[in-house]
């Protein structure tokens, strides 16, 4: 809720610093960027072209301030201001000023934060821009919060509601009730904090209830939809399919009454004399013969035309399966988008994942985010598996929800204890799925953990789960450890809701050690001989591989998984991360 939107500065500016080597955070296309930005505002200068120079000054700042190099950020955006005043140009001297408050911010640097904002506050008022003046007047107003000039900041929300209200913006309303909640709690105001809470959560659950059943009633009516046709189309094979078994019924019936009739004619034949008899008989023979033959010409043609209109149907069924598995692949790109790489690597771990969906999009996911401190320290990691209800589109579903809500109480809640994070997700997921007022049981079961460097090169390991352990190897061991969770899922069923508590367990590592997260997929896996993989065959494949580079051991536990599957099916979503301390 603390986190900072700035809603209106589409525009933005993205600046840099016309001196020295480009910082290590940067990476390989952000260092050529900013290389490019360098010789373009070097050649705006030198052609006297301010405005573009102010342009260029602008789009280098924003990549400075997306890897967290203030310092950077802040001198590109001043270069920019010092252009826009000298221009005369009050819209992007606002917008500028705007976005020194935010860095300020971010440093925790208040005072600086609010000349700045003040100054945006003064010019967007100028401007007559009323959605910038609202947003810049609840940053401001986060500004003085955290300068605990608590009565200014309740004077500029007030302000922010009415013009918010004027805008009919209920996306702001809810931030500035939630800020208010916040100011009045701190200020020690308990009766007004309380007042403000429950008004920003009724802003809070009807803006999630209106994406919820937006997205749930889009989604139902494309799968109604197809299912529909597909069983339409089955409808009509399925009539073919008996008009065809009445057509060889009715074949075999004149079959019969064939034989009937040569029968008798034979034997009045017999009663004949033998010229008569073989005359007539090969009459009746002829007749016969081209009878049968009229008769198999029109069953051939009658199989023939069936066999078309069967084939055009199969080919119609066969289209519509894959326009419906297009749409399936489709949300698997949409799901792969908010997953992180396979692999991360950064100065205090290596980790690994083994991700293998059941269909084509998966129930489980797994999860990764890193907190940078203004202190210049190194940065927290924090890193889930999850295993959703369900696989395929309904487990899709839920992954898509659980990672929605852990990177709004992670990323702008600003909730970094794991047991604290359970337990607000436990409370949202609820909330989601409306569980207070329906029979939806739908619920995820996680392994969460928070990686914190200390002074000492240490690693401290703070770990909560809701029934999926965290298996731990020691540089200096050859035994493996487990952390149990509690024993109570996230969302679901809950007769004591008020009851459910979850527990965080803390742990120091060093180089070498080893951490395994992993979704039940992996151990309730069978072979052809219908053996699950088990628990003991886990640890004993991770004993043995625990001091191999994360790559191999990847390739390792594909290999064994391999080997042990064969041609069976695979009976769950399969995810499994290993994280190795450097």
């Not at 039940?520 to 494949?541: A, H, M, P, W, Y």
């Amino acid at each position: 809720m603390r986190k900072i939107i700035v809603s209106g500065l589409f525009l933005l500016m993205l600046l840099i610093t016309t001196g020295g080597a480009l910082n290590a955070q940067l990476n390989q296309q952000a260092k050529q960027k900013i290389s490019n930005l360098e010789e373009q505002i070097n050649k705006a200068i030198q052609s006297g072209n301010e405005s573009q120079a102010a342009s260029y000054y602008n789009q280098a700042a924003n990549i400075y301030w997306n890897a967290s190099m203030f310092d950077k950020a802040v001198k590109s955006y001043e270069n920019a201001l010092a252009i826009t005043e000298r221009m005369g140009n009050a819209n992007g001297t606002m917008i500028i000023h705007n976005s020194l408050g935010m860095i300020y911010i971010d440093m925790e640097v208040y005072n600086k934060a609010i000349t700045h904002l003040e100054e945006g506050l003064k010019l967007s008022r100028q401007l007559k821009a009323r959605e910038t003046t609202a947003s810049t007047l609840t940053n401001l107003a986060t500004a003085y919060q955290q300068n605990k000039k608590y009565s200014r900041a309740i004077e500029l929300l007030n302000e922010a509601v009415a013009l918010s209200n004027e805008l009919n913006d209920m996306v702001l309303l809810r931030r500035c009730y939630g800020l208010l909640y916040e100011v009045h709690d701190q200020a020690g105001n308990s009766e007004k904090a309380y007042e403000y809470f429950n008004i920003y959560s009724s802003f809070d659950k009807e803006i999630k209830k209106v994406e919820m059943e937006e997205v749930k009633t889009q989604a139902k009516t494309e799968v109604n939809k197809a299912v529909a046709e597909k069983q339409e189309k089955e409808k009509e094979l399925d009539q073919t399919t008996d008009m065809l078994r009445q057509t060889e019924d009715s074949l075999a019936r004149a079959e019969k009454l064939t034989r009937e009739q040569r029968l008798e004619i034979q034997l009045k034949e017999s009663q004949l004399s033998e010229e008569q008899a073989k005359t007539r008989a090969r009459n009746q023979l002829i007749l016969l013969i081209g009878f049968a033959l009229l008769i198999t010409l029109l069953f051939l043609f009658i199989v023939f035309k069936q066999k078309r209109a069967i084939e055009g149907q199969k080919i119609q069924i066969e289209r519509q399966n894959k326009n419906i598995k297009a749409s399936i692949r489709y949300a698997q790109t949409i799901q792969n988008a908010i997953l992180p790489a396979l692999s991360i690597k950064n100065n205090e771990f290596e980790a690994f994942t083994v991700y293998r969906p059941k269909d084509i999009v998966s129930g489980d996911f797994y999860w990764y985010t890193q907190i940078h401190n203004n202190d210049n320290s190194a940065p927290k990691h924090l890193i889930a598996v999850v295993d959703c209800t369900g696989h395929g589109v309904p487990g899709a579903f839920m992954s898509m929800i659980g990672s929605r809500l852990l990177n709004e109480l992670v990323n702008e809640r600003k909730i970094y204890e794991p047991e604290k994070i359970l337990t607000e997700l436990n409370k949202e997921v609820r909330i989601a799925l409306r569980q207070h007022e329906t029979d939806n049981n739908d619920g995820m079961d996680v392994s969460l953990c928070v990686l914190d460097k200390q002074q000492d090169n240490e690693i401290l390991l703070t770990y909560s789960g809701a029934k999926r352990p965290l298996y731990y190897i020691l540089n200096e061991s050859d035994q493996i450890n487990r952390l149990k969770g509690a024993r109570k899922s996230i969302g679901g069923l809950q007769r004591n809701e008020g009851k459910v508590k979850f527990f965080q367990t803390r742990l120091t590592l060093h180089s070498g050690d080893v951490l395994y997260q992993f979704s039940d997929g992996i151990v309730d896996q069978n072979d052809q001989t219908r053996r699950r993989f088990g628990s003991q065959r886990l640890e004993k494949l991770l004993l043995g591989i625990h001091k191999k580079s994360v790559n191999e051991q990847q390739e390792e536990i594909n290999s064994t998984l391999n080997n042990f599957v064969g041609s069976e099916e695979q009976r769950d979503d399969i995810t499994l991360m290993g994280i190795q301390i450097i």
